[in-house]
Protein backbone atom coordinates (compact mmCIF):
# COMPACT_ATOMS: atom_id res chain seq x y z
CA UNK A 1 0.00 0.00 0.00
CA UNK A 2 1.44 3.63 -0.98
CA UNK A 3 1.74 6.30 1.85
CA UNK A 4 -0.58 8.43 0.04
CA UNK A 5 -3.41 5.81 0.59
CA UNK A 6 -2.00 4.96 4.15
CA UNK A 7 -1.81 8.74 4.54
CA UNK A 8 -5.61 9.05 3.56
CA UNK A 9 -7.14 6.27 5.41
CA UNK A 10 -5.41 7.83 8.67
CA UNK A 11 -7.03 11.64 7.90
CA UNK A 12 -10.38 9.38 7.23
CA UNK A 13 -9.87 7.96 10.33
CA UNK A 14 -8.92 11.09 12.61
CA UNK A 15 -12.15 12.96 10.53
CA UNK A 16 -14.48 10.00 11.66
CA UNK A 17 -13.15 10.06 15.24
CA UNK A 18 -13.45 13.85 15.39
CA UNK A 19 -17.17 13.53 13.93
CA UNK A 20 -18.05 11.70 16.70
CA UNK A 21 -16.51 13.82 19.03
CA UNK A 22 -18.39 16.38 18.08
CA UNK A 23 -21.84 14.49 18.37
CA UNK A 24 -24.05 15.49 21.38
CA UNK A 25 -23.88 12.49 23.26
CA UNK A 26 -25.35 13.45 27.34
CA UNK A 27 -28.33 11.65 28.01
CA UNK A 28 -27.85 9.36 25.30
CA UNK A 29 -29.55 5.62 25.95
CA UNK A 30 -28.03 2.89 24.20
CA UNK A 31 -29.63 -0.62 23.80
CA UNK A 32 -26.52 -3.28 23.99
CA UNK A 33 -27.05 -6.87 23.57
CA UNK A 34 -24.67 -9.58 24.07
CA UNK A 35 -23.90 -13.39 23.73
CA UNK A 36 -22.25 -16.20 25.07
CA UNK A 37 -22.03 -20.34 24.63
CA UNK A 38 -20.47 -22.62 27.04
CA UNK A 39 -19.99 -26.08 25.91
CA UNK A 40 -19.08 -29.94 27.83
CA UNK A 41 -18.51 -33.66 26.91
CA UNK A 42 -22.11 -34.83 27.29
CA UNK A 43 -21.75 -36.93 30.63
CA UNK A 44 -25.78 -38.69 31.19
CA UNK A 45 -27.58 -41.40 28.44
CA UNK A 46 -30.89 -42.17 28.05
CA UNK A 47 -31.78 -45.42 26.68
CA UNK A 48 -35.21 -47.38 25.73
CA UNK A 49 -35.16 -50.64 25.16
CA UNK A 50 -38.51 -52.18 23.92
CA UNK A 51 -40.01 -55.37 24.24
CA UNK A 52 -42.98 -56.98 22.10
CA UNK A 53 -44.58 -60.22 21.12
CA UNK A 54 -47.75 -61.52 19.37
CA UNK A 55 -49.67 -64.67 19.79
CA UNK A 56 -53.02 -65.81 19.50
CA UNK A 57 -53.59 -66.18 22.98
CA UNK A 58 -53.42 -62.87 24.71
CA UNK A 59 -51.74 -64.24 27.88
CA UNK A 60 -49.42 -65.90 26.71
CA UNK A 61 -47.99 -62.71 24.82
CA UNK A 62 -48.12 -60.89 27.87
CA UNK A 63 -46.50 -63.29 29.99
CA UNK A 64 -43.23 -63.41 27.34
CA UNK A 65 -43.51 -59.93 27.24
CA UNK A 66 -43.73 -60.00 31.52
CA UNK A 67 -40.96 -62.37 31.69
CA UNK A 68 -38.47 -61.01 29.19
CA UNK A 69 -38.93 -56.76 30.49
CA UNK A 70 -38.19 -58.82 33.87
CA UNK A 71 -34.81 -60.43 32.87
CA UNK A 72 -33.87 -57.02 31.12
CA UNK A 73 -34.69 -54.98 34.61
CA UNK A 74 -31.92 -57.51 36.14
CA UNK A 75 -29.43 -57.23 33.89
CA UNK A 76 -29.37 -53.28 33.82
CA UNK A 77 -29.58 -53.16 37.35
CA UNK A 78 -26.70 -55.88 37.77
CA UNK A 79 -24.27 -54.14 35.16
CA UNK A 80 -25.35 -50.38 36.34
CA UNK A 81 -26.65 -50.47 39.92
CA UNK A 82 -26.92 -46.99 39.66
CA UNK A 83 -28.83 -46.46 36.98
CA UNK A 84 -32.15 -44.98 37.07
CA UNK A 85 -34.90 -47.11 35.67
CA UNK A 86 -38.82 -46.77 34.71
CA UNK A 87 -40.88 -48.70 32.61
CA UNK A 88 -43.35 -46.85 30.35
CA UNK A 89 -45.37 -47.44 27.01
CA UNK A 90 -47.11 -51.01 28.19
CA UNK A 91 -49.92 -51.85 25.40
CA UNK A 92 -51.76 -54.45 24.02
CA UNK A 93 -54.15 -54.78 21.22
CA UNK A 94 -55.60 -56.73 18.85
CA UNK A 95 -54.24 -57.73 15.08
CA UNK A 96 -57.11 -58.32 12.79
CA UNK A 97 -56.78 -59.73 8.85
CA UNK A 98 -56.25 -57.59 6.07
CA UNK A 99 -59.07 -55.76 4.40
CA UNK A 100 -59.74 -58.08 1.29
CA UNK A 101 -62.68 -56.60 -1.06
CA UNK A 102 -65.14 -59.05 -2.47
CA UNK A 103 -65.40 -60.49 -5.83
CA UNK A 104 -68.64 -58.02 -6.67
CA UNK A 105 -65.80 -55.13 -5.92
CA UNK A 106 -67.89 -53.88 -2.46
CA UNK A 107 -65.86 -53.54 0.44
CA UNK A 108 -66.16 -56.42 3.08
CA UNK A 109 -68.51 -55.58 5.77
CA UNK A 110 -68.41 -58.36 7.91
CA UNK A 111 -67.51 -58.31 11.68
CA UNK A 112 -63.80 -58.94 12.38
CA UNK A 113 -62.39 -61.38 14.48
CA UNK A 114 -58.98 -60.55 15.70
CA UNK A 115 -56.27 -63.52 14.45
CA UNK A 116 -54.00 -62.70 17.62
CA UNK A 117 -52.57 -60.16 20.48
CA UNK A 118 -49.29 -58.07 20.03
CA UNK A 119 -48.20 -57.04 23.57
CA UNK A 120 -45.21 -54.90 24.13
CA UNK A 121 -43.78 -52.66 26.82
CA UNK A 122 -40.30 -49.88 26.99
CA UNK A 123 -38.09 -49.73 29.58
CA UNK A 124 -36.05 -46.17 29.93
CA UNK A 125 -32.56 -46.87 31.62
CA UNK A 126 -31.13 -43.41 32.26
CA UNK A 127 -27.36 -43.64 33.47
CA UNK A 128 -23.92 -41.29 33.66
CA UNK A 129 -21.30 -44.37 33.35
CA UNK A 130 -21.48 -43.45 29.74
CA UNK A 131 -17.95 -45.59 29.27
CA UNK A 132 -19.89 -48.95 30.36
CA UNK A 133 -22.90 -48.26 28.04
CA UNK A 134 -22.30 -50.62 24.97
CA UNK A 135 -21.27 -53.25 27.07
CA UNK A 136 -24.30 -52.70 29.10
CA UNK A 137 -26.73 -52.13 25.92
CA UNK A 138 -25.32 -55.45 24.73
CA UNK A 139 -26.05 -57.68 27.87
CA UNK A 140 -29.87 -56.33 27.80
CA UNK A 141 -29.91 -56.97 23.32
CA UNK A 142 -30.25 -60.57 24.13
CA UNK A 143 -33.76 -60.15 25.24
CA UNK A 144 -35.44 -56.39 24.63
CA UNK A 145 -34.49 -54.50 21.28
CA UNK A 146 -32.83 -50.85 21.57
CA UNK A 147 -35.32 -48.76 19.95
CA UNK A 148 -33.12 -44.97 21.20
CA UNK A 149 -30.55 -43.66 23.02
CA UNK A 150 -29.94 -39.61 23.65
CA UNK A 151 -27.25 -37.79 24.87
CA UNK A 152 -27.52 -34.97 27.46
CA UNK A 153 -25.67 -33.24 30.54
CA UNK A 154 -26.97 -34.10 34.35
CA UNK A 155 -28.27 -31.38 36.31
CA UNK A 156 -25.07 -30.46 38.35
CA UNK A 157 -23.09 -30.40 35.10
CA UNK A 158 -26.15 -28.05 33.68
CA UNK A 159 -26.25 -25.92 36.69
CA UNK A 160 -22.24 -25.67 36.40
CA UNK A 161 -22.25 -24.10 32.96
CA UNK A 162 -25.50 -22.17 33.55
CA UNK A 163 -22.87 -20.03 36.10
CA UNK A 164 -20.25 -19.93 33.53
CA UNK A 165 -22.69 -18.85 30.97
CA UNK A 166 -24.31 -16.04 32.89
CA UNK A 167 -20.13 -15.01 33.90
CA UNK A 168 -19.05 -15.30 30.08
CA UNK A 169 -22.62 -12.97 28.85
CA UNK A 170 -21.83 -10.19 31.53
CA UNK A 171 -18.19 -9.89 30.58
CA UNK A 172 -19.61 -9.84 27.00
CA UNK A 173 -21.72 -7.04 27.53
CA UNK A 174 -19.19 -5.12 29.75
CA UNK A 175 -16.36 -5.69 26.51
CA UNK A 176 -18.99 -4.02 24.35
CA UNK A 177 -20.04 -1.30 26.61
CA UNK A 178 -16.36 -0.46 26.43
CA UNK A 179 -16.01 -0.52 22.72
CA UNK A 180 -19.25 1.76 22.32
CA UNK A 181 -18.23 4.44 24.73
CA UNK A 182 -14.65 4.82 22.87
CA UNK A 183 -16.24 4.73 19.23
CA UNK A 184 -18.38 7.62 20.86
CA UNK A 185 -15.44 9.46 22.58
CA UNK A 186 -17.01 8.92 25.89
CA UNK A 187 -15.39 6.90 29.06
CA UNK A 188 -17.11 3.86 30.62
CA UNK A 189 -17.45 6.11 33.73
CA UNK A 190 -19.59 8.32 32.09
CA UNK A 191 -22.29 6.01 31.51
CA UNK A 192 -24.56 4.31 33.92
CA UNK A 193 -26.25 0.52 33.34
CA UNK A 194 -29.65 0.97 33.93
CA UNK A 195 -31.76 -2.75 32.81
CA UNK A 196 -29.76 -6.01 32.23
CA UNK A 197 -32.60 -8.32 30.83
CA UNK A 198 -31.37 -11.81 30.74
CA UNK A 199 -33.89 -13.45 29.16
CA UNK A 200 -33.70 -11.32 25.90
CA UNK A 201 -37.25 -10.82 26.21
CA UNK A 202 -38.03 -7.30 25.30
CA UNK A 203 -38.41 -5.77 21.11
CA UNK A 204 -35.25 -5.23 21.05
CA UNK A 205 -33.75 -8.33 21.48
CA UNK A 206 -34.81 -9.68 18.36
CA UNK A 207 -36.76 -13.09 19.46
CA UNK A 208 -33.35 -14.47 20.83
CA UNK A 209 -33.68 -16.34 24.13
CA UNK A 210 -31.46 -18.95 25.98
CA UNK A 211 -31.09 -21.77 23.89
CA UNK A 212 -30.17 -25.39 25.62
CA UNK A 213 -30.45 -28.24 22.75
CA UNK A 214 -28.27 -31.68 21.89
CA UNK A 215 -28.87 -33.37 19.25
CA UNK A 216 -29.80 -36.96 20.06
CA UNK A 217 -28.41 -39.94 18.38
CA UNK A 218 -31.48 -42.39 17.24
CA UNK A 219 -30.41 -45.78 16.62
CA UNK A 220 -32.79 -48.14 14.55
CA UNK A 221 -34.31 -50.62 16.64
CA UNK A 222 -32.72 -54.30 17.22
CA UNK A 223 -34.14 -57.55 17.38
CA UNK A 224 -33.36 -59.22 20.56
CA UNK A 225 -32.79 -63.41 21.13
CA UNK A 226 -30.03 -63.73 19.90
CA UNK A 227 -26.90 -65.73 22.08
CA UNK A 228 -24.42 -63.17 21.69
CA UNK A 229 -24.53 -59.74 20.78
CA UNK A 230 -21.96 -57.23 19.94
CA UNK A 231 -21.47 -53.75 21.74
CA UNK A 232 -22.45 -50.87 19.83
CA UNK A 233 -20.26 -48.08 19.31
CA UNK A 234 -21.27 -44.53 20.96
CA UNK A 235 -20.28 -41.20 20.94
CA UNK A 236 -21.52 -38.98 23.39
CA UNK A 237 -20.39 -35.60 21.65
CA UNK A 238 -21.38 -32.23 23.57
CA UNK A 239 -23.61 -30.03 24.57
CA UNK A 240 -23.67 -26.42 24.02
CA UNK A 241 -25.51 -23.99 26.15
CA UNK A 242 -26.05 -20.33 24.78
CA UNK A 243 -27.26 -17.27 26.93
CA UNK A 244 -28.29 -13.74 25.05
CA UNK A 245 -28.52 -10.56 27.07
CA UNK A 246 -29.93 -6.84 26.61
CA UNK A 247 -28.35 -3.78 28.45
CA UNK A 248 -29.60 -0.44 28.88
CA UNK A 249 -26.91 1.83 29.46
CA UNK A 250 -27.53 5.92 29.77
CA UNK A 251 -24.53 8.42 29.14
CA UNK A 252 -24.31 11.32 31.56
Known amino acids: MSLKKIALMASLALAAQAHAQNLPTS ?16 DEATAVFTIEEQDKDKAAAASRVNQKMKQGIDIVRSGDPKATLKTVGYYTYPVYPEDRPLPNGQPDTRRKVATSWRVGQNLEVKTTNIAGLPKLTAGVQKVLGLAGISFGLTPETTRRLDDQRIAATYKNLS ?3 ASIAGAMGRKVADSTLETVDFEGSGNYAGGGAAADGYAPQNMRAMRAGAPEVAEPSFEPGETTLQMRLVGKVRFK
Open 27 to 42: GTLVIVPAFSEVSHQN
Open 175 to 177: ERI
